[in-house]
């Protein structure tokens, strides 16, 4: 927060700021001071000698302050295009949460909470043998006991399970995001939640509960996947990974030991995607050919402060390596990559890296840059003082995300498919969540029209 904000710009400059006024003159001072690691002293005395606010009448002083600002801002879209105010979001800065959950490492249950409907399953005796001595309390239902239990944003990652019977959405597309293109992905719904705590993660703004939810009736799962598949002719491409970590939790609930043999008999490419290296199950079963194990990765100076509590990229490698060793298909994801000072070398770095560890072809490659809602900037800052990622080029899209502008999305992408072909030319790269015109604009990817065939291939 800025003390003295409103009188230092009003005596400053002669002029008096309104109320909303001063909330975007405070935004964007505070992200112009993260941004660029200067104090508000000198950054006045770039905004007097720099700008012309002292020449302006006083109806336009705020104007220019703020034209100003913006450009500071946002160097590189003001470099390359106009940029246009209405996709700048500002929202209102608020004090970081002192009290927010950290989580740890080593992923150790606070309390478990079982429907009684689920009290004899496969995954509650996996989590009785792992955790003998942490309390278990049976419910009716999880959903009434966090309906009658108000959790604040700060208890978002409390270690609690809740194990259910669930009964809805055991599968269902991609939604992928509006006025972009879909890449015929669909989700097998494998629990909510996640032991890690990535800035950046969407599920941040989605939960109103803490802790992770489990699903204990797998076989019902799998009958409404059998009718599910029976209307499918050509191989789907099926994932765990949208609302958990498929693995993180792997070693605890065993899950991968029942879904690899189900899906091993499937018309599928069933993919389990991790930021683990929880891969002790894997390595005992025979890897079936239309299994896929990938990793999210990113250099690991972001994994330290932005992923928090996953692997380090060397784990993440050496468990690929392993995985990949025992004859499984292995794929990469670098998602979300973050447009930081540096970036290329980071990037490049982790590619060379990724290339000594494992031997392509691989599935695939999926490239995706930093996105969000809006909402989940403010709930990021506040959980995550110490991040700066969402003081990037961050501008709302069609969609009404927040994105890097298109022309810094191909430079990003073209880059990254340079630094992965220069090792090989084989494996499909894919974009996730990009409109045509990105799509179209960079080149060496599976094209468009052809990505369920290209990437489905059994
Ligand atoms: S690993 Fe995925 S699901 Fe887990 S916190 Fe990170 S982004 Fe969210």
Redesign the pocket.
């Known amino acids: 927060m800025l003390n003295n904000l409103k009188s230092t710009i009003e005596n400053n400059f002669k002029f008096r700021l309104n109320k909303n006024q001063l909330a975007e003159t405070e935004r964007l001072i505070f992200e112009i001071i993260k941004r660029e690691k200067i104090n508000l002293k000198k950054l006045l005395i770039f905004l007097k000698k720099n700008s012309n606010i002292d020449k302006c009448s006083s109806g336009n002083k705020f104007s220019t302050l703020k034209q100003t600002l913006l450009e500071l801002r946002f160097p590189l879209t003001q470099a390359a295009e106009r940029i246009d105010a209405q996709r700048v979001f500002l929202n209102k800065l608020k004090l970081p949460l002192r009290d927010n959950w950290q989580v740890n490492k080593d992923f150790k249950p606070l309390k478990i909470f079982v429907e009684t409907k689920a009290k004899e399953s496969y995954i509650i005796n996996n989590l009785r043998k792992k955790f003998p001595k942490i309390e278990t309390e049976e419910v009716t239902s999880c959903a009434e006991y966090i309906k009658k239990n108000k959790f604040t944003v700060s208890e978002l990652k409390k270690p609690f399970i809740f194990v259910v019977k669930e009964n809805c959405d055991f599968i269902k597309i991609c939604p992928c995001t509006k006025g972009h293109l879909y890449c015929g992905y669909w989700i097998f719904n494998l629990g909510f939640g996640?032991p890690?705590?990535?800035s950046y993660?969407f599920?941040q703004q989605y939960s109103n509960f803490p802790g992770i939810t489990l699903p204990a009736n797998l076989d019902n799962f799998f009958e409404r996947c059998d009718e599910f598949l029976a209307q499918f002719k050509k191989p789907l491409r099926i994932g765990t990974g949208e609302f958990?970590?498929s693995l993180a939790l792997d070693d605890i609930t065993e899950y991968s030991k029942k879904i690899i043999p189900y899906f091993a008999k499937k018309n599928v490419l069933f993919e389990l995607k991790t930021?683990s290296s929880s891969i002790d199950n894997l390595l005992k079963i025979t890897p079936p050919s239309n299994i896929v194990i990938s990793w999210s990765l990113n250099p690991q100076s972001i994994i330290k402060t932005e992923?928090k509590a996953?692997a380090s990229l060397k784990l993440r490698l050496e468990a690929a390596k392993k995985v990949q060793a025992t004859g499984f298909r292995v794929g990469f994801h670098f998602d979300p990559i973050i447009h930081i000072k540096d970036w290329p070398k980071l990037y490049k770095e982790v590619i060379d890296k990724l290339y000594a560890y494992c031997k392509p072809p691989f599935s695939w490659i999926s490239l995706g840059t930093l996105r969000c809602h809006r909402e989940l900037k403010g709930i990021s800052q506040v959980r995550f003082p110490k991040s700066d990622i969402f003081y990037g080029e961050l501008l709302l899209g069609k969609d009404k995300k927040l994105r890097y502008p298109n022309f810094l999305k191909v430079e990003i992408y073209q880059k990254m498919l340079e630094f992965i072909r220069r090792h090989d030319k084989k494996t499909p790269i894919y974009l996730c969540m990009e409109d045509n015109e990105v799509w179209s604009r960079v080149k060496g990817l599976v094209p468009f029209s052809e990505i369920e065939n290209s990437l489905a291939k059994l």
């Open positions: 996640c890690f705590d990535c993660c599920l958990c970590d930021k992923e996953t």
